[in-house]
């Protein structure tokens, strides 16, 4: 039984490190606007920013289990709504338990992230619409 448990850790341990190396290769090379601030087993952190309204940080830390438990996942944002942070981390979670034993890091979090960040508002670049130009005219 122990040699098992230390075969399931040290596969994990391998997973998680191709896991670690595949965040560095995207973030430099594949996902616009992010910046891979801290990449080890025990956090990974990652700056996404579209603009400066469209700003997140995703930290990243690995169970002991893992994969076969999901991963554990914060989402914080000087910019937006702890609603929308606290929504996006649930589908996020939901998203990561559908795929339990196989790697979560990437297939669960960051497509959902980016979509939602691209088809948000961004009240910092958004063009004034008629009645907000009508309103500030009568001011």
């Known amino acids: 039984m122990l040699i098992f448990q230390s075969l399931v850790v040290v596969l994990s341990m391998g997973l998680i490190d191709d896991e670690l ?3 560095g290769k995207l973030c430099q090379h594949v996902i616009s606007g992010s910046r891979l601030i801290s990449c080890v ?3 990974v952190r990652v700056e996404i ?4 309204f469209k700003n997140i940080i995703v930290l990243i830390q690995f ?3 893992y994969p076969h438990s999901s991963l554990l996942l914060e989402l ?3 910019t937006l709504s702890d609603k929308l942070l606290d ?3 649930n589908v996020c979670e939901q998203e990561a338990k559908k795929i339990l034993g196989k790697p979560q890091m ?3 979090c960051y497509p959902v992230l980016l979509e939602t960040l691209t088809k948000m508002h961004d009240p ?3 063009p004034i619409t008629r009645g907000a130009a009508v309103a500030q005219a009568s001011r």
Not at 49 to 52: E, G, L, M, S, V
């Open 76 to 78: 914080k944002s000087k």
């Open 87 to 89: 929504g996006l981390t």
């Open 41 to 43: 087993r025990s956090m």
């Open 124 to 126: 910092t670049t958004a």
């Open 106 to 108: 990437w297939i669960n």
């Open 63 to 65: 169970p002991e289990d």
């Open 49 to 52: 920013r579209q603009t400066p």
């Open 21 to 23: 190396q595949e965040v």
